[in-house]
């Protein structure tokens, strides 16, 4: 049987989604516990790979396995056992080929930079601290020249396996609450630390480092060193998987 999980995380405590041999990970913790439950070896598939400290307010996985636990009480089962930062919130049947990375059509993050000169200690790990001025009509602009369907190679961090760097960057905005912005962007899929260099480069821009008129060019060019730094991954949440 296939099961589609949906969890919800703080990221603070681990070391991204991925197993990995240098460090705690969601990935890891959660296949310990659903192999547990099940009584057998169970690999888990994830929506995204999202990098350490990094969080999620919506992360679809996969697995498969047999259990005699009702499939709406799986949630229940699994959150006696799971760290008090994860948590599962509903659990469903899906097809025998369903796959929760690549049957995903749609993913949104978003992005939290504090603007303002002393800190918030509440926010330290869930936004980035930004403490010099930002000029917010300047970083809504740059939004629209940075937003679409075109080659974001500018905006990949090396390291990257992706077959292709074209994606479809359907959403991007940023929105202002006091001292708080907040970047959205929605795509059919990211580049490794795609967000965080976007992020980066906004801020850039807001700062005056960069002129929003320049930045058509440079992506055109594909020069990741032109553009801004690789913002730091606390800010940074997965909200909203689409199938």
Not at 69 to 81: C, E, M, R, T, Y
Not at 94 to 122: Q, S
């Amino acid at each position: 049987m296939k099961f589609k999980l949906t969890l919800m995380y703080d990221g603070t405590a681990y070391h991204g989604w991925q197993r990995q041999q240098n460090g705690i990970t969601i990935q890891e913790i959660l296949e310990d516990k659903i192999s547990e439950m099940f009584g057998a070896k169970t690999d888990v598939v994830g929506c995204s790979r999202t990098d350490a400290r990094v969080h999620a307010k919506m992360y679809v996985c996969s697995f498969a396995g047999e259990t005699t636990i009702p499939v709406d009480k799986i949630p229940f089962v699994l959150n006696v056992s799971l760290p008090p930062d994860i948590r599962a919130v509903r659990c469903e049947t899906a097809p025998e080929d369903f796959n929760a990375r690549f049957f995903a059509v749609k993913k949104t993050y978003e992005y939290k930079i504090l603007n303002t000169a002393h800190g918030d200690p509440f926010l330290r790990n869930y936004a980035w601290h930004y403490p010099a001025a930002l000029n917010f009509g300047e970083m809504e602009r740059a939004c629209d020249i940075i937003r679409g369907k075109k080659d974001f190679r500018c905006f990949m961090a090396a390291g990257s396996k992706a077959k292709t760097t074209v994606r479809n960057l359907s959403e991007l905005s940023v929105r202002k609450d006091g001292d708080l912005i907040t970047v959205t962007a929605g795509a059919d899929g990211f580049l490794y630390n795609m967000v965080r260099i976007i992020v980066g480069t906004l801020v850039y821009i807001g700062n005056g480092k960069l002129s929003a008129r320049e930045l058509a060019g440079l992506i055109e060019n594909g020069d990741r060193r032109k553009l801004g730094l690789t913002a730091p991954p606390q800010g940074l949440s997965l909200v909203k998987v689409e199938y």
